[in-house]
Nanobody, 123 residues
Framework: QVQLVESGGGLVQPGGSLRLSCAPSGNVFSFKNMGWYRQAPGKRRELVAVITSGGSTTYADSVKGRFTIFMENAKNSVYLQMNSLKPEDTAVYYC?????????????????WGQGTQVTVSS
C-alpha cells in the first residue's frame, strides 16, 4: 500500500541543476535506506546514490562531487540535488527504498520502486 511518488524531472541545459524528490504516499513505520537509480536508453539500470537511515551515503563515481542525496525526516522524503548536469546524465531516474510499512502484524522490510521521472540534459 506504500508507494513512492517522484517529482522534479524535466529538461535542463548542460551545466544546469535539477532537484528530484521522492516521498511515500502511505504510512511508513521506518526506513532502512532510500536511494536513486537511473536507466538510460539501451543501458541497464544503475545506482546513482543511496542514503541509509543512519545518514551514510554512497555515490556512483560518475556523479560524485556533482550530486547530493539527502533526506527530510519530518516528511519521510528523499531528494537528489543534481548540479553540473551533463548530457550523459539523461535517463529515467527511479526512487528506491527499503522500508517497513506501518500497520503490519510482523514488521518486515519491503523494497519499493517509484515509477520514474525523466531527466533530459540537452542544449
Amino acid at each position: 500500500q506504500v508507494q513512492l511518488v517522484e517529482s522534479g524531472g524535466g529538461l535542463v541545459q548542460p551545466g544546469g541543476s535539477l532537484r528530484l524528490s521522492c516521498a511515500p504516499s502511505g504510512n511508513v513505520f521506518s526506513f532502512k535506506n532510500m536511494g536513486w537509480y537511473r536507466q538510460a536508453p539501451g543501458k541497464r539500470r544503475e545506482l546513482v546514490a543511496v542514503i541509509t537511515s543512519g545518514g551514510s551515503t554512497t555515490y556512483a563515481d560518475s556523479v560524485k562531487g556533482r550530486f547530493t542525496i539527502f533526506m527530510e525526516n519530518a516528511k519521510n522524503s528523499v531528494y537528489l540535488q543534481m548540479n553540473s548536469l551533463k548530457p550523459e546524465d539523461t535517463a529515467v531516474y527511479y526512487c528506491n527504498s527499503e522500508l517497513v510499512p506501518a500497520g503490519m502484524v510482523v514488521a518486515e522490510v519491503h523494497e519499493i520502486w517509484g515509477q520514474g521521472t525523466q531527466v533530459t540534459v540537452s542544449s
